[in-house]
């Protein structure tokens, strides 16, 4: 029921939207502290609630955390919390704080200001110079670790963020060497179907 004119402002908007979302967005094929951040950011729509980040430590000691969630819902409102996630992790990584207390005042900003029945899953980690990562995952699909040929998954050790205003969010550890990787994903790769209407699926994902 837009005018031509209506269409076109909100086209517009859409697209300056879609702009702002990815300059937020980390740099590609950065090398850090010995490693290596690659990255496929593809939304379905113009903006996304999906969100990754890589931050470097202010502590100067070779340290990087690292970022992916996934806000539920889809379109301008998702984008829009997903930006309220990234300026929030901006604004509290400064702080170095373990990566469950971090976590923990994330969810708590978070689940202070959405609206009731909204949320995100999210991975939050910390990678040293050194190979050692802690991971807290809230909800998210599991991190795959993949080390000498061999795929450990790291499943969720807290519910997502904003579903309760208090909680504890435990880190997982593990050590990573040369070559070895973590892969980071949304369900827009896990839940992919093909034209059968099969479903990808984490398993399919581990073997690749």
Not at 28 to 47: C, I, M, R, T
């Amino acid at each position: 029921h837009l005018s031509l004119e209506q269409q076109r402002e909100l086209q517009a908007d859409l697209e300056m939207a879609s702009h702002i979302q990815r300059n937020l967005l980390p740099k590609q094929d950065v090398k850090l502290d010995g490693w290596e951040l690659h990255y496929h950011y593809a939304p379905v729509g113009s903006v996304s609630g999906d969100y990754c980040d890589v931050i470097p430590a202010s502590n100067g000691a070779g340290e990087n955390y690292f970022l992916l969630g996934d806000v539920s819902g889809h379109g301008v409102a998702s984008s829009m919390l997903m930006t309220q996630l990234h300026a929030t992790f901006r604004s509290l990584v400064s702080l170095s704080l373990p990566v469950s207390k971090l976590v923990e005042m994330v969810n708590r900003i978070f689940c202070e200001s959405v609206p009731t029945g909204h949320y995100a899953t999210l991975v939050c980690g910390r990678a040293s110079r050194s190979g050692d990562v802690e991971i807290s995952n809230a909800g998210h699909l599991p991190v795959l670790a993949v080390q000498n040929g061999k795929v450990a998954r790291l499943g969720a050790t807290s519910v997502p963020l904003g579903m309760f205003c208090s909680g504890s969010f435990p880190v997982q550890k593990v050590q990573l060497g040369a070559g070895d990787s973590l892969v980071l994903y949304t369900d827009g790769l896990s839940e992919a179907r093909n034209p059968r209407d099969a479903e990808y699926g984490i398993g399919r994902l581990t073997n690749l």
